[in-house]
């Protein structure tokens, strides 16, 4: 019996050990290009992207393999000179099913939100997920309002959903009707991400004005 | 003695897709069938999943089937059957990371497919390897064509598309319920009806021939 057990977990390990061994780069890969192409979709002018971490106490650091603690990460988006033309982040928030993950856009040049991705939802299919195609939702992301206040600890206006046709200021989301917890999530993931990071990044963003 | 034998796995191959079809005749695996046949393409990747752990996994066990202990059968095909799970786990991880999310948890969940366990107890364990993965094939052929099924049907009425392609132009207004989980039970239910529709009508057609 032992030597029946022995030999089935060996043969399991090798297999699976092997088949972890020989997808690993592909699956490196996989994650590595989903990761940028929600970021060229939310930042379209940019042509590279550099990784970096905006760090507690106002510094930026390249990104490395280890994030240091309190770190918010970001990528930042140059066009073919090389000159810094938007940043990306991430952000997530309860959704209906389960966290909706967020990948959103963010213009220094007007202080504002621009474009948004899904970087992975579980949304109740042809309710959840118009996020992705409702058109006037989308809308919401053309210039949504996320300046920082005078002393640059945090947002001017919080960033925040509304009920779908209540929209009254440049800092709100104008909800799905019908999909309103997702529409909060995709609110509150922006929001949280953007309280977090903007304020370390905002006073910094020259130091990376120009890919290194 | 060749045609025999091919005969006789013809017979093996082919009981998995018609007389003993793990979705419509057996109701076997309702999990995956009921939540991932939101479209077909997850319905084909679902089944191919699972039928490349049946027959890895049908194989090994026929393999092992004179040196495994009854007492701890279970354990062992369990062992193995999850082992391929990872396998087929990370393999789709490394096709692609968009269909990875799509099938989410159902992947693993293959472990506990009783279309798997039951084959590996009912059938790989008294017969040898090629017996035992030619009847896995059949069975995941069948199970892979029930899932089609069920994917076709919802994609179509649900989203208006088929493998992604739009079938209808922008005037259509999708079924979403059939996308929903609801969908599931309706369409797996109209499915099981025609099959048994169509056994009763063999049966009584054979009551009156012989009367």
Redesign the interface.
């Known amino acids: 019996m032992i030597r029946t057990l022995g030999l089935v977990s060996g043969i399991c390990g090798l297999i699976i050990v092997g088949s972890y061994q020989g997808t690993y780069d592909a699956v490196a890969a996989n994650k590595r290009i989903a990761m940028e192409r929600a970021v060229f979709k939310v930042v379209p002018a940019a042509r590279s992207i550099e990784e970096y971490y905006a760090l507690e106490g106002g510094s930026i650091a390249k990104a490395g393999a280890s994030a240091p603690a309190g770190a918010v990460k970001f990528f930042a988006g140059y066009d073919e000179s090389g000159k810094l033309v938007g940043v990306a982040a991430e952000g997530g928030a309860k959704g209906y099913a389960d966290t909706v993950r967020i990948m959103f856009g963010y213009d220094p040049a007007c202080q504002c939100v621009k474009n948004i991705g899904v970087v992975s939802m579980r949304e109740t299919p042809g309710i959840g997920d118009k996020i992705l195609v409702d058109r006037d939702f989308l809308a919401n992301f053309k210039e949504l309002d996320a300046g920082l206040n005078a002393e640059m600890s945090a947002l001017a206006h919080e960033i925040k959903t509304v009920k779908h046709g209540s929209k009254t200021d440049a800092w709100q989301v104008d909800a799905i009707s019908g999909a309103t917890i997702t529409s909060r999530a995709v609110g509150k993931a922006i929001n949280d991400t953007a309280q977090a990071l903007l304020p370390k990044l905002v006073p910094n963003i020259d130091k990376i004005g120009s890919k290194s | 003695m060749t045609t025999v034998a091919t005969a006789k796995n013809w017979d093996e191959f082919m009981e998995g897709i018609w007389k003993q079809n793990p979705v419509f005749v057996m109701v076997l695996g309702m999990c995956p069938t009921l939540a991932v046949t ?1 479209s077909a393409i997850n319905a084909i990747s679902m089944g191919l999943a699972t039928t490349f752990v049946l027959i890895a996994s049908c194989g ?1 066990v026929s393999m ?1 089937r004179n ?3 009854k ?2 059968r279970i ?2 095909y369990i ?2 059957i ?3 799970v ?2 087929v786990d ?2 789709i ?6 269909l990875y ?1 799509a099938l ?1 948890a159902f992947i693993q969940l293959i472990v506990v497919n009783c279309i798997i366990l039951g084959r590996a107890e009912a059938h790989a364990a008294r017969n040898p390897p090629v017996a035992a993965m030619t009847n896995a094939t059949g069975m995941g052929a069948g199970f892979t064509i029930g899932l089609l099924a069920l994917g076709v049907v919802r994609e179509i009425l ?2 208006g598309t088929l493998f992604g392609l739009s079938l209808f132009g922008e005037g259509f207004q ?1 079924w ?1 319920i059939m ?2 989980p609801p969908g599931g039970f309706f369409v797996l239910g109209s499915w099981l009806l025609l099959f048994s529709w169509r056994a009763r009508r063999k049966q009584a057609l054979e009551a009156t021939h012989h009367a």
């Not at chain 2, 991880?93 to 968009?98: D, E, R």
Request: charged share 5%; aromatic share 6%; glycine share 6%.
């Open positions: 939101v090994l092992m040196i495994t202990p007492e701890v354990a062992v062992v193995i999850a082992t391929f990872t396998a990370y393999a991880q490394a096709i692609s990371l968009t999310d989410g649900g989203n999708p979403v996308v929903l």
